[in-house]
Structure formats: structure tokens, C-alpha cells
């Protein structure tokens, strides 16, 4: 390697060396080509770096073409929400299912052993807890895991007392290597690139200043754009937004006496994201789950319909009623012109609304059409 490099792409090649998959050192080799300059002195290193990059990325997809021969089969079922719970250690995920109480020590140790979920009742659904331990995402099942983490609700992230910042950067650069990153909706980034005219940066977030910010784009290549920032934005929502993965619902449940608020800031997630194990296991367990998921029950009511369907349709929160129409058929949204709404129990009197109008857990809804 040439001794004329910036002291971040040293930095940066330090990040390839160390890379544990072809994924992500892909990825880190990237990012070292956009920080090496261009000149006739680094002529060769770049060359050399592009036919890396160049063999990694036929490596990995017939790879992925290998994988993709394997017949998946995973199903979570309309009716279910699927929680994917990840840890480090296999032992802790033992202890936690164990104290949900809701399983058998034999169903616990199969689902365990192969990758199997477990699924209990809650109201009229159910919710599946799938449980994911670092050593079987390096085992060879890996188009199952991506299957399961893909068709997620919600991830929770099970960190032990020793070193809870560790566990958490760990979880992080492994759901990453599968295109997903884990935040709330108070945590996002929205970056659109421009030809010309700087950064501009709309918003504040508690832990991101505006100069770090401009950093961080151009050592990516970006010197012109618009982001748009939540309150709660961090690097790693920021930089996960911009490689395009694909968020899940998250919730990070800790061992030991952290005190929770601190613990938040440290990570640089919001608050509410951050629960003692012990006070998310006290009470309905479930519920909470379903909860932290971010779904909705919505039921539909056809106009020919006297009731309901007795199985509600599980969309995400914060859903308006034209995007249910969507959902349902893009055909049904064009035609669309209004819909009637029972909140509180279908007893209730109806309310008629807007597409526009977003909806709650339990709303029974009948589109109304032109």
C-alpha cells in the first residue's frame, strides 16, 4: 500500500483486512476507493482495489445463486407477527424464553437447536418468537436466517451485563451484512443526493451535528444534498439509510444495573427503545411485543357484508386508508372515494372519512368506491 494515503484511508484498509465476510469486506473496499486520491502516484493501488472489488462481487453472487438452488420454506402465517430475538450468547436466549414462561423446556431447546419459532396466542392473533444466536448466523443457513429477518416485525436485541456497547455494534454490523438495520421512527434519515448546491440539512437530531454530518457525506463521495433528519437520527441510521437497508422495529432488552436513559444515550438510540429484561418480562409479555411491533389490526368490512372479518388484516402503524386500499389492490385505491369506520367495536356508530385518515388497532373499515 502506498505511504502517501490519508490517515482515514489507512484507517479504512485496516476495516478490510479485518472484515469477516465477502459482504463486508465488499463493502469496506468500496469506501476505501472513494478515499484514496487520484493521481498519477495512486494509479496502480486503485487499479488493483477495482479489480478486488470486481472478483468479491462475482463471488457473491454465485454464491447467492448457489444458495438460491436451496428451497426455503418459512412461513409466518397472515395472521402472525414475528418477533426475532438476537443475542450474542445462546444461553441468554435460553434464560429469556424460559422466564416468558409461556413455553415447554423441550419446545424452547428445539426451536433453539433448529431455528424453529415458537408461537403462543395473543387476543385474536398470534405472535411468534423466533430466537437467533450469533453462532448460527456464522453456521451455513444463512438464506433461511435472511428469510426469517426479512419478514420480521420487530428484532429484539438481547445484551448481557459484561458488555452490553460491544454486543450492540456486533448485532448491528451482522444485521447488515443481510440489508437490514434496526431503528424507530424517530430514528431515520432520509439523504437525496443533488449535482450541485451543498448540503442542506433539514431538521435537528440529538446526536448528530451539522459538521459531522458534511464529514461523514463526503468521505462517502457526496458533496451536494438534502438530509433529513429525525429526532433521534444517528451515524448509523444515517449511513444505513443512504446504503439503502431496510429498517425493522426494534427494542434492546439489558442484563445488569445500567440506568436506561444513560444507557440510550450512550448507544445513541431513542429512550424508549432501551427496557431493563427484568421490567419487559414483568406484566403481559405479549402485549408488549405487539406493542413494540408497530402492527395494527385493522378489520374489513365488504359493503355487501352485515360483520366484519373475524380475522383482522396486519398492517403497520400509522397506516391512512387510502394506502389500505393500496394494499389491498392498487386498483381499489384509484377508484376509491371514501370509506366508513367503526372505532370502539363495531357497535359503534360509523364515521365516514378521507383516504387520508389514519388508522388505530381494531378499526373495522369499508371502502367505499366511485
Known amino acids: 500500500m502506498v505511504t502517501n494515503l490519508p490517515p482515514q484511508a489507512e484507517a479504512q484498509y485496516k476495516k478490510v483486512i479485518a472484515s469477516k465476510s465477502k459482504e463486508e469486506k465488499l463493502e469496506n473496499l468500496k469506501i476505501f476507493l472513494s478515499m484514496i486520491p487520484?493521481?498519477?502516484?495512486?494509479?496502480?493501488?486503485?487499479?488493483?482495489?477495482?479489480?478486488?472489488?470486481?472478483?468479491?462481487?462475482?463471488?457473491?453472487?454465485?454464491?447467492?445463486?448457489?444458495r438460491s438452488t436451496r428451497q426455503v420454506v418459512f412461513d409466518k402465517g397472515e395472521s402472525s407477527i414475528l418477533t426475532t430475538i438476537m443475542t450474542k450468547?445462546?444461553?441468554?436466549?435460553h434464560d429469556f424464553l424460559f422466564r416468558t414462561r409461556l413455553f415447554k423446556e423441550e419446545s424452547v431447546l428445539e426451536s433453539l437447536n433448529e431455528l424453529k419459532p415458537l408461537s403462543a396466542p395473543f387476543e385474536d392473533?398470534?405472535?411468534?418468537?423466533?430466537?437467533?444466536?450469533?453462532?448460527?448466523?456464522?453456521?451455513?443457513?444463512?438464506?433461511?436466517?435472511?428469510?426469517?429477518?426479512?419478514?420480521?416485525?420487530?428484532?429484539?436485541?438481547?445484551?448481557?451485563?459484561?458488555?452490553?456497547?460491544?454486543?450492540?455494534?456486533?448485532?448491528?454490523?451482522?444485521?447488515?451484512?443481510?440489508?437490514?438495520?434496526i431503528a424507530s421512527k424517530n430514528s431515520t434519515a432520509v439523504f437525496n443526493p443533488l449535482k450541485a448546491g451543498g448540503i442542506t440539512i433539514v431538521n435537528k437530531s440529538k446526536f448528530l451535528g451539522e459538521d459531522e454530518i458534511r464529514k461523514f457525506l463526503s468521505e462517502h463521495g457526496y458533496e451536494s444534498g438534502i438530509v433529513n433528519l429525525s429526532e433521534y437520527t444517528s451515524l448509523y441510521t444515517l449511513e444505513s439509510s443512504i446504503r439503502g437497508l431496510q429498517r425493522r422495529s426494534f427494542l434492546?432488552?439489558?442484563?445488569?444495573?445500567?440506568?436506561?436513559?444513560?444507557?440510550?444515550?450512550?448507544?445513541?438510540?431513542?429512550?424508549?427503545?432501551?427496557?431493563?429484561?427484568?421490567?419487559?418480562?414483568?406484566?403481559?409479555?405479549?402485549?408488549?411485543?405487539?406493542?413494540?411491533?408497530?402492527?395494527?389490526?385493522?378489520?374489513?368490512?365488504?359493503?355487501?357484508?352485515?360483520?366484519?372479518?373475524?380475522?383482522?388484516?396486519l398492517v403497520n402503524a400509522g397506516i391512512t386508508v387510502g394506502e389500505l386500499a393500496s394494499r389491498i389492490h392498487g386498483g381499489l385505491y384509484e377508484s376509491l372515494k371514501y370509506a366508513r369506520l367503526w372505532r370502539g367495536g363495531f357497535k359503534s356508530t360509523p364515521l365516514r372519512v378521507s383516504p387520508s385518515f389514519k388508522l388505530m388497532d381494531k378499526d373495522v373499515v369499508e371502502l367505499r368506491t366511485r
Open 38 to 66: 487520484e493521481h498519477k502516484g495512486t494509479e496502480k493501488l486503485r487499479a488493483q482495489v477495482k479489480r478486488q472489488i470486481s472478483r468479491l462481487q462475482e463471488e457473491i453472487i454465485l454464491e447467492k445463486k448457489r
Open 89 to 93: 450468547d445462546k444461553s441468554l436466549l
Open 125 to 181: 392473533i398470534n405472535i411468534s418468537l423466533m430466537p437467533v444466536s450469533m453462532s448460527l448466523i456464522e453456521s451455513r443457513r444463512y438464506s433461511l436466517i435472511q428469510t426469517i429477518l426479512f419478514k420480521s416485525d420487530l428484532i429484539l436485541v438481547l445484551l448481557g451485563e459484561t458488555d452490553p456497547y460491544e454486543e450492540y455494534r456486533l448485532t448491528k454490523e451482522m444485521l447488515s451484512r443481510f440489508g437490514i438495520y
Open 252 to 313: 434492546m432488552l439489558f442484563e445488569g444495573d445500567f440506568e436506561e436513559t444513560r444507557l440510550a444515550y450512550e448507544l445513541k438510540v431513542p429512550p424508549e427503545c432501551v427496557v431493563k429484561t427484568e421490567t419487559f418480562l414483568q406484566g403481559d409479555f405479549l402485549k408488549k411485543v405487539f406493542e413494540a411491533s408497530e402492527i395494527i389490526r385493522v378489520y374489513l368490512k365488504p359493503p355487501s357484508a352485515t360483520l366484519p372479518s373475524e380475522k383482522p388484516m
